[in-house]
């Protein structure tokens, strides 16, 4: 609940509402408006909203803690004045910490929430409804503006206010990482939790209309202008084949698309004196700088002075704020003064808010240590956000120890260069993109190019841990590593792959590709992946070897999106290139996919056959453990297809004995799942249930779609012949989905789909059929993560959503006064406009940007204060004279 949500509860609450009336009207719980109403009261003035007192406070104190952990309560209270109870203080202090220490960290392919920002969010108001009344009549904006204006923290904050008017929720997709076109649409779908495949009958943009078709989704789209030909083209696809998708842009450049309206984001206001957007902004900045800051007579027309020289551009303003550390608000002014009439001189070509935040960042930069430029320029090869350990072990050298880059990350995020994060996997920082920019520009070719290559050999250096400790206890730290990294590992594959002229390079490229077997389970998708691989078969001069590995590699994934023409092509090539003496065990390997792929075609004696060929080949060559494993786990699937269940058994048995052992668990959790397997087919669905949820619960924690697929698809089968048809339903339809997304349901294997159809049968006998298609059509609608949440019951109870309360109606009549419109709030006589139009609550809702829940309640209310019983008498009531 934020400072506006409780300022309008207790706003009803004193024009009599109950309880049950505040949350109709409002769209919420009934029990948050009894949490809202026992909470303290705020300070009765204007500052009760948001960027008030109390949510600086928060800003502030979150501030505190980032920077010293450690701090006390009292210190707390004294570095931000608290003037209100100690016991409040605490409670907002352990909150905060609470909300620090337990943000989860999104895989790639699973993340959908809005970025947090460490400062509060200042003025806008009038753009915020500007956006609401945009999106309530185009499904399609574009917040255009140059860099630092705002555009991110406006559209974040729209977001945050108007949520509760999208049924299916808000997805945001930061775009400023990436660096091909060719990768905008499985962006997108990995922050959706969609798994996305290339071949003749599907793509990345098929799978994105296929789930967005029927929901009601903002989707936002953040930092287009360097790929907006490709986002141009997935969006123009994405309004026209889609009923009920709002879609929300940032860009430095519009789209230029048909559907598209543009909203030029202008600067913050200068005009209206203290109340002014950007006095506002600079007074809040100024006080996290300078502790006690305020504005006054004496230094009002500095600040405002400040503003206008800056063309109240954001992100210049705030980077001026740092250096009220040193200089008074009258120095900072006239040092302005003089540098931006230099720069009006010698760059008359660029646009005045160029020429302001220019001359801001210039002054940052001018004012670093030379350890800081320094370093400032090297981090901005980071496409993506960097811990300091990556920091140390690419921009370091003899001319930048590790202690002096500690010491200058430091003094950065002080000067609001760099951005402190928190998150369950520490403390990362990122550069703002106008930011990164710059330092990047400062470099020279050779610098740009020499890290670049410090970027991938790091990156490479992240895989390939990951490769090596993939059969161990370490296996899911080091796949989380690759996780959080993939933006930085996207940018350094691309560099070398765009420009392959290092052959160093070019081998350290092919060679992490070409061991890295289970990429796609680390956060990069099975679509990117193969991509990757595909690429790397194009670079030059690479090894046979390397590319023996790279083609079984690229097989084993073509495999598993059921694209077996295209494995067999692969599969050829590989196994002439990997002769026996050459890589005998990449050999042994690619017989090994041969014998998956067979299986998968519904060949099992031939698969079985390659299968006891490559298993001969790795014991007679030696090979990694996680191989043997990955055949016993695929003999195990074959075995259960023949009904060998007690082949089938054993093969799942030793690798799950061999996995406990020494805590692997991703293998562990296909064992547990083939266990479970085996118990179905011995007719003992309890225990396949359990087996299913086990392997769920380990897989939960990697990026691996197939994995949770085919278990989910288990889980569906047994509880169905259990006799639970209605659960079964819903987890069947998600796993169905979720196939068709991934490649052919069930890889094509008959043993599987005959389980399936069964499962479907029994399930539907249960609960009868139209009862089965609303739960199939309801898991169908859902993505990894929302199936996840269903089968361990988290975050799926309804919310206490009470039907309106019609009592009322029989002591109205259909006459009303016009002097009762006068009690009509500004948004129910919005709402009754719309109402005399003839829309409906869900028109309302669309054209308003609110919750068909929230226009409900209006209307409720509308007609209570003018005595109606019903709709059609708004339009007389309204315009009566």
Same mark, same amino acid.
């Given at each position: 609940m934020n400072a506006d949500e409780w300022f309008e509860i207790h706003q009803c609450r004193g024009e009599g509402e109950s309880i049950k009336g505040i949350a109709q009207r409002l769209g919420i719980s009934r029990n948050t408006v009894r949490r809202a109403l026992a909470m303290p009261e705020q300070p009765n003035d204007h500052r009760r909203l948001k960027g008030s007192v109390a949510d600086e406070a928060d800003a502030r104190i979150r501030d505190l803690l980032q920077r010293s952990p450690s701090?006390?309560?009292?210190?707390?209270?004294?570095?931000?004045?608290?003037?209100?109870?100690?016991?409040?203080?605490?409670?907002?202090?352990?909150?905060?910490?609470?909300?620090m220490s337990t943000v989860p960290f999104d895989p790639p392919s699973i993340g959908t929430g809005l970025p947090q920002h460490p400062t509060s969010f200042v003025g806008r108001n009038h753009e915020l409804r500007e956006v609401r009344r945009l999106l309530g009549v185009h499904?399609?904006?574009?917040?255009?503006?140059?860099?630092?204006?705002?555009?991110?923290?406006?559209?974040?904050?729209?977001?945050?206010?108007?949520?509760?008017?999208?049924?299916?929720?808000?997805?945001?997709?930061?775009? &400023?990482?990436?660096?091909?076109? !060719?990768?905008?649409?499985?962006a997108i779908a990995d922050r959706l939790g969609l798994e996305t495949r290339d071949g003749p009958d599907s793509s990345a943009d098929d799978i994105l209309v296929e789930y967005l078709r029927n929901r009601r989704m903002l989707l936002i789209l953040d930092n287009c202008e360097h790929l907006v030909d490709g986002i141009a083209a997935l969006v123009s696809r994405l309004t026209e084949e889609t009923s009920n998708l709002r879609i929300l842009t940032t860009s430095r450049e519009y789209l230029a698309i048909p559907g598209e309206y543009v909203f030029h984001l202008p600067p913050?206001? =200068?005009?209206?004196?203290? &109340?002014?957007?950007?006095?506002?902004?600079? %007074?809040?900045?100024?006080?996290?700088?300078?502790?006690g800051f305020e504005l006054s007579d004496s230094n009002v027309d500095a600040v405002r002075r400040i503003c206008r020289r800056l063309d109240g551009l954001p992100l210049a303003i705030e980077l001026a704020c740092t250096r009220l550390n040193v200089l008074s608000v009258e120095d900072l002014a006239e040092r302005l003064d003089r540098r931006l009439s230099m720069l009006t001189v010698s760059a008359r070509g660029r646009t005045p808010r160029h020429r302001s935040l220019q001359a801001t960042i210039d002054w940052s930069y001018e004012l670093c240590s030379e350890t800081e430029r320094i370093l400032w320029c090297r981090t901005s090869v980071f496409a993506d956000s960097f811990d300091m350990g990556m920091a140390v072990a690419v921009c370091s050298d003899d001319a930048l120890s590790?202690?002096?880059?500690?010491?200058?990350? %430091?003094?950065?995020?002080?000067?609001?260069?760099?951005?402190?994060? =928190?998150?369950?996997?520490?403390?990362?920082?990122?550069?703002?993109?106008?930011?990164?920019?710059?330092?990047?520009?400062?470099?020279?070719?050779?610098?740009?190019?020499?890290?670049?290559?410090?970027?991938?050999?790091?990156?490479?250096?992240?895989?390939?841990?990951?490769?090596?400790?993939?059969?161990?206890?370490?296996?899911?730290?080091?796949?989380?590593?690759?996780?959080? *990294?993939?933006?930085? =590992?996207? %940018?350094?594959?691309?560099?070398?792959?765009? *420009?392959?002229?290092?052959?160093?390079?070019?081998?350290?490229?092919?060679?992490?590709?070409?061991?890295?077997?289970?990429?796609? &389970?680390?956060?990069? !998708?099975?679509?990117?992946?193969?991509?990757?691989?595909?690429?790397?078969?194009?670079?030059?001069?690479?090894?046979?070897?390397?590319?023996?590995?790279?083609?079984?590699?690229?097989?084993?994934?073509?495999?598993?999106?059921?694209?077996?023409?295209?494995?067999?092509?692969?599969?050829?090539?590989?196994?002439?290139?990997?002769?026996d003496r050459e890589d005998p065990v990449t050999r042994s390997f690619a017989v090994h996919i041969a014998g998956l792929r067979d299986f998968f075609a519904g060949r099992a004696d031939t698969g079985m056959t390659y299968l006891d060929e490559a298993e001969r080949g790795y014991r007679l060559h030696g090979c990694d453990p996680e191989l043997v494993s990955m055949l016993q786990i695929h003999r195990g699937m074959l075995l259960c297809s023949t009904q060998d269940v007690s082949g089938a058994a054993a093969a799942f048995s030793r690798v799950f004995t061999m996995t406990d052992e020494i805590g692997e668990l991703w293998f562990h959790s296909y064992a547990t799942y083939g266990l479970g397997h085996v118990a179905l087919l011995e007719n003992d669905p309890d225990t396949a249930v359990q087996r299913a949820l086990e392997a769920l619960r380990y897989q939960r924690q990697f990026a691996d779609p197939i994995g949770k697929t085919v278990m989910a698809d288990l889980l569906g089968w047994a509880l169905a012949e259990q006799g639970h048809g209605e659960r079964a339903a819903v987890?069947?339809?998600?796993?169905?989905?979720?196939?068709?997304?991934?490649?052919?349901?069930?890889?094509?294997?008959?043993?599987?789909?005959?389980?399936?159809?069964?499962?479907?049968d029994t399930a539907r006998h249960h609960v009868g059929g139209s009862a089965f298609d609303a739960a199939w059509a309801r898991g169908q609608a859902m993505t990894a993560p929302e199936l996840l949440a269903y089968i361990f019951d988290e975050d799926c109870a309804?919310?206490?959503?009470?039907?309106?309360?019609?009592?009322?109606?029989?002591?109205?009549? &259909?006459?009303?006064?016009?002097?009762?419109?006068?009690?009509?709030?500004?948004?129910?006589?919005?709402?009754?406009?719309?109402?005399?139009?003839?829309?409906?609550?869900?028109?309302?809702?669309?054209?308003?940007?609110?919750s068909s829940r929230t226009v409900e309640g209006h209307v409720e209310h509308l007609l209570r204060k003018l005595c109606l019983s019903r709709r059609t008498e708004v339009p007389r009531a309204l315009f009566a004279t």
């Open positions: 701090i006390s309560i009292a210190e707390i209270g004294r570095c931000i004045m608290w003037s209100h109870s100690r016991t409040l203080l605490v409670r907002k202090v352990n909150q905060i910490k609470s909300e499904r399609l904006v574009s917040v255009v503006g140059p860099g630092g204006i705002g555009k991110t923290r406006l559209v974040v904050r729209a977001a945050e206010e108007y949520r509760r008017a999208f049924a299916d929720g808000i997805r945001f997709v930061e775009l &400023a990482s990436l660096r091909s076109e !060719s990768l905008v649409s499985q913050l206001s =200068i005009d209206g004196g203290r &109340a002014s957007g950007a006095v506002e902004l600079f %007074a809040n900045r100024a006080e996290s700088v300078l502790s590790e202690d002096e880059i500690m010491e200058a990350v %430091a003094a950065l995020v002080s000067k609001s260069v760099v951005v402190r994060e =928190i998150s369950d996997n520490g403390v990362r920082f990122r550069l703002l993109e106008s930011m990164r920019e710059y330092g990047w520009g400062k470099q020279t070719i050779p610098e740009r190019r020499h890290m670049n290559e410090r970027l991938l050999e790091y990156c490479a250096r992240i895989v390939e841990e990951s490769t090596t400790s993939w059969y161990g206890p370490e296996q899911l730290t080091k796949a989380t590593a690759v996780s959080i *990294n993939r933006g930085n =590992i996207r %940018a350094a594959l691309h560099s070398v792959m765009n *420009n392959p002229t290092d052959p160093a390079l070019v081998r350290l490229a092919a060679d992490t590709l070409g061991s890295s077997r289970f990429l796609w &389970a680390c956060g990069i !998708s099975v679509r990117e992946h193969r991509m990757w691989l595909t690429q790397a078969l194009d670079l030059p001069g690479i090894s046979r070897t390397a590319r023996g590995r790279i083609l079984t590699v690229l097989a084993l994934v073509q495999t598993l999106q059921g694209d077996r023409d295209a494995a067999d092509f692969t599969l050829r090539r590989a196994r002439e290139i990997a002769g987890v069947l339809g998600a796993a169905s989905s979720m196939w068709g997304s991934i490649g052919r349901q069930l890889y094509g294997a008959d043993h599987w789909n005959t389980l399936r159809a069964r499962a479907v309804e919310h206490d959503h009470p039907a309106p309360d019609r009592s009322y109606s029989a002591h109205t009549t &259909a006459t009303t006064d016009t002097s009762q419109l006068e009690l009509l709030s500004p948004r129910e006589r919005e709402v009754a406009e719309l109402v005399a139009q003839g829309l409906t609550n869900k028109q309302i809702a669309e054209k308003l940007v609110l």
